[in-house]
């Protein structure tokens, strides 16, 4: 329902700029359907990355892992894994729930998603040269602790 009322939107929004200058709008449809094609093969792309990594990671060791049956390491799993990672979001919550599907459970695919954002170690070296050693670890260390808290509150609602 919502994509309906989005696409909806979208065209309200272009039959109004069509209507206060035809030549600014045609300009920027192609320069949309210009960006488009080039996201389009990216997003392709990384939807082939996500088949790959479901197709070599077995369900049975997505769910030892990261399901319920683990409690709050679980949690901790996913939180590793997230701090270790980089992915754009594009990837990360379709691959999110993918990983639900195959036995993860939420509050894991919580702490996944939330160190993914907040937690950077790949990109620490870089945060170390501008900021410092003293703030970069600060920082991580705090966002790891939130990511977990977080994860563990939604395991409790959820």
């Known amino acids: 329902m919502t994509l309906y009322i989005l696409i909806g939107l979208t065209l309200i929004g272009l039959i109004i700029s ?7 709008t045609l300009k920027s449809l192609k320069m949309s359907l210009k960006m488009g094609k080039g996201m389009g093969l990216e997003l392709l792309s990384l939807l ?7 197709a ?3 369900e049975e060791q997505i769910a030892k892992y990261l399901g319920n049956s683990r409690g709050w390491l679980a949690s901790v ?4 894994i997230g701090s ?3 992915l754009p979001g594009v990837i990360a919550f379709p691959l999110a729930k993918q990983l639900v ?6 509050a894991a695919i919580a702490a996944f998603i939330t160190t993914l954002t907040m ?17 970069t670890v600060l920082r991580n260390s705090i966002s790891f602790i939130f990511a977990i808290s977080i ?7 959820l």
């Open 18 to 24: 069509a209507l206060k200058s035809k030549p600014r």
């Open 101 to 106: 599907v195959s036995g993860a459970s939420l």
């Open 119 to 135: 937690v950077g170690l790949a990109t620490s070296p870089l945060e170390k040269r501008h900021f410092g050693l003293r703030y």
């Open 151 to 157: 994860a563990l509150i939604m395991g409790v609602i």
């Open 48 to 54: 082939a990355l996500i088949a790959l990594i479901l």
């Open 77 to 80: 799993y996913g939180a590793v």
């Open 84 to 86: 270790v990672t980089i």
């Open 56 to 58: 070599y990671l077995p």
